[in-house]
């Protein structure tokens, strides 16, 4: 495809596919709107006001992504590098499901959430709960962690193949008009899923036993655990909930995009750039970090080339986090 910058010349290997990303429409120079004409060109406001929309739907996806890491950060302490590969895991289970063994994308997704949920819970309390009693420190956790999301990965690779998938269902849809918006179907569905657990997880720590619980013990632990808090019982369900919440984000992604074995690691970046913006072991501030970042992603698009989208997220990230040292939500932390 040619016109403009529109040049892309990608490596396709035998019988694999490749996906290749090119700018919705061709823009003039930076700052001109351009007029809609019998080419069908949009104006640029019609184009900021798409890709607003497709920045919402991928915000969304980072969020419930964001949100397993940072409960997790919260009450452990622990930079988890391989939450990304969660994320895949949820994706590829929902993807056996649907395509092995012939279940309607649904249910595949509900059973690829339950499942990953309680390996999550497993690999705390046979993996992450082993190392904290026997003293491992936070940082070498956390290399540790880079190592299984390497070890993941691989195995991915090997059951999974290279090749970029779809699910069953909901490939191709037509697009519905909203204004000047065309959206899928599947996307305003899945928005409004994403939305919804987003809300009732953030009202469950804010109302329940077990959210109070859970914030007791990420503002402190030994006060919980001296207050009465089973602080490993509380560790356990913030992993399962972890777990499960990031193989949501990963069926919604693969809905959204297609699936391969790195498709977590290539939103992990922006993950951490969500939690560590909106503040980092808030369930809100999770929220609104990756919303800023999946908005800033795609509108950018207008300005600068796609390649560089994720770029100029994290220099968003870099300004922000040198006026607000503690993230958008995040609370100042006294130091000596």
């Not at 040619?2 to 490749?18: L, M």
């Not at 697009?175 to 065309?182: E, N």
Request: charged share 10%.
């Amino acid at each position: 495809m040619r016109g403009g910058n529109n040049v892309r010349t990608p490596t396709v290997y035998k019988g694999n596919c490749s996906s290749v990303l090119f700018a919705l429409q061709p823009k003039g120079a930076p700052g001109q709107e351009q007029q809609q004409d019998s080419g069908g060109q949009t104006s640029m406001w019609e184009q900021a006001a798409q890709l607003a929309f497709e920045g919402l739907n991928l915000g969304l996806i980072i969020a419930l992504a964001a949100l397993g890491l940072s409960l997790i950060y919260g009450t452990t302490g622990l930079t988890n590098f391989s939450h990304g590969e969660l994320v895949t895991l949820g994706a590829i289970l929902a993807y056996a499901f649907n395509v092995g063994i012939g279940l309607h994308l649904i249910p595949a997704g509900i059973i690829a959430v339950i499942v990953a949920g309680i390996l999550g819970y497993l690999q705390d309390r046979l993996f992450w709960g082993w190392l904290r009693k026997r003293g491992t420190g936070i940082i070498a956790m956390m290399i540790i962690s880079i190592g299984l999301a390497l070890v993941l990965r691989y195995a991915f690779l090997i059951f999974f193949g290279g090749q970029t998938e779809a699910y069953a269902q909901y490939v191709a849809q037509p697009g519905i008009q909203l204004g000047p918006i065309s959206a899928a179907p599947k996307n305003l569905v899945a928005m409004g899923i994403e939305l919804a657990v987003l809300i009732v997880v953030g009202i469950a720590l804010l109302r329940t036993r077990t959210g109070k619980a859970a914030r007791a013990v990420a503002d402190n632990p030994a006060l919980a655990a001296s207050s009465g808090i089973n602080v490993d019982r509380v560790i356990r369900i913030v992993w399962t909930m972890g777990g499960a919440i990031a193989a949501l984000a990963g069926v919604m992604l693969g809905l959204s995009q297609t699936l391969k074995y790195t498709m977590g690691q290539d939103i992990l970046l922006l993950i951490f750039a969500g939690v560590t913006l909106g503040g980092l072991g808030t369930a809100f501030g999770a929220l609104v970090g990756s919303l800023v970042v999946g908005l800033f992603i795609q509108v950018s698009t207008l300005w600068v080339p796609p390649e560089l989208k994720n770029v100029g997220a994290l220099a968003v990230l870099i300004i922000v986090l040198l006026v607000r040292p503690q993230g958008i939500l995040g609370r100042r932390e006294r130091i000596g």
